[in-house]
């Protein structure tokens, strides 16, 4: 493997790579930590593999899943994935689509990477489904369309084809095509993905997600994956096939996207703060216990540290204040809320079933409730840890798509024919 | 039209649990899951104390959320109204058990969402659900609203009743006689 590693990328690149903080030599030494990296990667993918091998084979019973937390890490992995894909086909198309010229060199990478985001999510909700399959084959020969899931799959679907499409024609250099393309691709990726929304949205029986803010909040999250991994592929990018130094025709690009990256965080901590006030006020059945459960329950750290301060906070001083003509403070700055997307994920789609709706702790003849006498109670949420296998599903598709995209844009040679 | 029901008397369900073991017998319920349950819940605060006693299962909601967030249709409406999982077209998306306001569904260790069916195999055959069958208060009765002669037609002709969750517009067919 990593001979052929090595055959795809070449020495000097391994050697920059292999002496990351150091200045970048291609020295044997720095050649082999390079090959390791590498390798690490491929182990993670690989062992990502064989769990997701395990959960076809076997299904629910490897998973931390519940009859009430039914919905887990895994599909809050897909969520985050295709929230990147959907993120990076809105935030470059400024560029080849609305024809803002600073966003134009990075067109090809960013569609490469929603691409490769894309299907790695797609392998990953396909693990957590039981019969994967059998859902490509019922959602054409017995679709619902009153479903949610349904329009989210099949809007998707036709996303994947467009943005194939749109990638195959920025590589022919045909750009009008291109440009068409990637116009449908913007319009497919916010309906599939305010449908995803709307997988959650819609579920009138758990107050805590219906409405219409989801949807509008997705998309809302996706500009901040999209704007975050945009600046992450320029400033990691640079980083290792530039020497470590910042390429002077990248500086408008990165400073154009770091405004935009604070100016979407900024539009999430506004939906937070009023997702919070609204969960909170009223006292609603469901939305405030499980708003709880974030403010002062099990989610606490998860929500305030990662969310909050490292989601928020952290990159906003890092993106805004004295530290913004940095392009390390804002490579850093753009790696948090890609964490914190990932965290507030989890807790999305975990807490809103912490709550049961019928809060029972098992079954056949226990004490329970239907409408708790506590108002803001938090105790008694029910838990849910993820499995190993769960975990390593999860640590393996972020290894596979770095590794996706670092391999794939060598041998597509994206680096050569931009800027 | 045949439109089923069930009734269960909160004034007669004693919470034996007798429904809940016909029911794993009859349906071959795994372990740790269960199709039908019963319940006590405490009312009031002392010394203005009440205990409803009841047994559940799936409402079969005339206007049913499982059955709307099915994608492929495997959730589906079966004669006479009662909700049905057919295990050949679930792919398991668990889309349904979110869905459920009341919780009724579980994954089946098979790999499909499982959950009460109103014994649609024996009704089928002209008998009452297993769990109608055992009860030893007469608690559960089963039958057509729609037909008049029905026990579930004459009790909610003649006695106070509810459902759960009225609020979430399901129009469950399973009431509570209080």
Known sequence: MSMSLSAIVDREELGRLGGLLRVAKSDERHVARGKRLLLGLFVLALAGAVAALVALLRGHHVMGTTSEISWGVLIATYVFFVVSSTGLCLVSSLGHVFGFKVFEPIAKKAIFLALVTLLVGFTVIATELERPFRLMKYAIFSPNPAAPIWWMGTLYGVYMVLIGAELYYLFAEDHRRAKQFGLASVIAAVAAHSNLGAVFGLSHSRPYWYGPLLPVYFIASALVCGAALLILIVTVGDYFGNDKKLRPEHAPLLDALRKLLALFITIIAFFTIWKTITGVAGQHYHKLEVTLASLSGPLFVSFWLFEVVLGMLVPLVLLLGPWRRSWHAVGLAAFLPMLSVFVMRYNFVVSGQMFSLKPVTGHGGEQLSYFPPFKGNVEGFLPYTPSWVEVLIVAGAIAAATLGFVVGSRVLALESKEA | ?178
């Open chain 2, 1 to 178: 039209m045949t439109r089923y029901a069930m009734t269960v008397d909160q004034k007669l369900c004693v919470t034996c649990n007798a429904c809940v073991i016909a029911c794993k017998n009859e349906n071959q319920v795994p372990e740790g899951a269960a199709r039908c349950w019963t319940v006590q819940v405490e009312k009031g605060s002392f010394p203005l104390l009440s205990l409803e006693t009841r047994s559940e299962r799936c409402n079969h909601c005339e206007n049913a959320p499982c059955v709307t967030a099915c994608p492929t249709g495997a959730s589906h409406y079966e004669d006479g109204g009662i909700v049905v999982v057919n295990p050949d077209k679930c792919v398991g998306c668990k889309a349904c058990i979110v869905a459920c306001p009341y919780e009724v569904r579980y994954m089946h260790p098979e790999g499909y969402v499982d959950k009460c069916t109103f014994c649609i195999h024996r009704v089928r055959e002209g008998l009452a659900p297993a769990c109608v069958t055992v009860c030893p208060t007469k608690a559960l009765k089963f039958g057509d609203l729609d037909d008049p002669r029905s026990e579930v037609h004459q009790e909610l002709q003649t006695r106070q009743h509810k459902v759960l969750k009225p609020e979430e517009d399901t129009r469950p067919r399973l009431f509570f006689l209080t």
